[in-house]
């Protein structure tokens, strides 16, 4: 298939020369693992995604979830540590400080603001305590440098597709309590429109293109 070929343009240039990378420390044991029970992922919109509200009661980088996952909220169609698939253009990768390819996806083609935000750690023992996971963290990450990237890990301000590309991602449900209180995340303009992220992504591949 042609996509397969796709070579998006990028701005934002290579990876900045010299930026330090070390494992984060909010939440990491959470950011970078999968739950026993996320064996089947949940098909979500995008758009419900992008709704997700904040938590009540969950304050900034609160002490009690800092090696524990969210318990279940009454009524809520998604939780956190959900395995969840979702679709939507991709419109940015940055390589974080702590070794995440931070990735912004949107619903719309034209604009990436009003994103959510999906994350892929560092497969490396340093920054992943599961090798289980190694295999599909450097899957995704592969596949961004090659097919969208030119063989180049991303800008750490963030390398922008001059053409989106459409994409299935596949990854868990977090919520980064760090950001509680803060102006909304996101690089180059584009605006995170939630707290909830997808964070370790497992997948990425691309998609047909919405209708």
């Known amino acids: 298939m042609r996509r397969l070929f796709i070579v998006a343009m990028i701005v934002g240039g290579a990876a900045a020369a010299g930026q330090t990378e070390k494992p984060g420390v909010e939440r990491w044991p959470i950011k970078t693992s999968v739950p026993d029970a996320a064996t089947t992922a949940k098909t979500a ?16 980088d609160d002490s009690r979830y800092q090696s524990a ?19 939507g253009y991709l419109h940015l990768v940055a390589l974080e400080t702590d070794g995440d390819y931070h990735i912004q996806i949107s ?51 963030g390398s922008v597709m001059q053409h989106p590309v459409f994409v299935t991602v596949t990854g868990v449900l977090f919520y980064d ?35």
């Open 107 to 157: 619903d719309s083609a034209d604009s990436g603001d009003n994103c959510l935000i999906v994350e892929v750690p560092n497969p490396d023992p340093a920054y992943v305590k599961t090798a289980s996971l190694f295999p599909e963290f450097e899957a995704v990450r592969t596949f961004i440098k090659t097919k969208m990237l030119a063989g180049q890990d991303p800008s750490s301000l």
């Open 45 to 60: 919109a995008l758009a419900d995604l992008l709704a997700l509200k904040d938590v009540a009661g969950v304050t900034k």
């Open 69 to 87: 996952r969210l318990p279940a909220q009454p009524g809520a169609t998604f939780n956190e540590g959900d395995l969840i698939t979702t679709t």
């Open 177 to 211: 309590d760090s950001h509680v209180g803060d102006p909304p995340r996101g690089k180059r303009g584009m605006k995170a429109a939630t707290l909830w992220e997808l964070h370790p992504v497992t997948a990425l591949v691309f998609a047909p293109a919405a209708k």
